[in-house]
């Protein structure tokens, strides 16, 4: 097995009086979707955060091809190729799309590639290409936060709760999206509420409780074995 291409070991994160992060450990293999699961409140969006420098580790240590990073700023993150997509989406409202695509480029002007081929990923986005990002549906916001941080090619993408609330169509779209982009030889993390999603998209998978990662493995595993599921995070549902 190559070396992963990220991993954190013994992660602690606080934030104000509150101990998030309590020594996770988890590794992301290279070129694979790894999932990360788990109850609502247990740690995910603040690993994936303290992973891009947005919260500073109180301890611990990151590991992004094999170099430690867990001090450095947000956007030498950001230059050594990992691309974040926040749950809130992050977006510039008052800007047009083509705008909003721009200032996802952080080494030079948008590749006409690379733009034909995010278009054709998410031809919405060609359609108001020209439009303020504020008039787009929620869909198509959501949309427009994952082309963004796709625009230029990125070694490690950070992606939090892609699919949270929109349509089954909509859905289907980004995950084959996310396809094209772990094809092209892209490395994943992947906070997912929806199961259904993360069976289809996971290589492997880490379930987060209480601020540490409790269980890891193959996503099959996991998507297979529902008494699994119910122990790890309190799914009753049926595994297909």
Sequence with gaps: MSEPILTLNNLYTDIAQYHILQGVDLQVPRGQVTMLLGRNGVGKTTTLKTIMGQWTAKSGEILYNGQEMTQMPVSARARAGIGFVPEDMGIFRDLTVEENMILGCTSGPLDPKRKDWLLGAFPALGTFWHSEAGNLSGGQKQMLSIARAMAEERQLYLIDEP???????????????????????ASILLVEQNFSVAKALGDTAAVMDDGRVIWNGDMAELATNSDLQER?????????
């Excluded at 790890?232 to 297909?240: D, I, N, P, V």
């Design 163 to 185: 699919t949270k609330g929109l349509a089954p169509a909509i859905v289907s779209t980004m995950a084959q999206a996310l396809r094209e982009l772990k094809a092209q030889g």
């Design 232 to 240: 790890l995070m309190g799914l009753s549902m049926e595994a297909h």
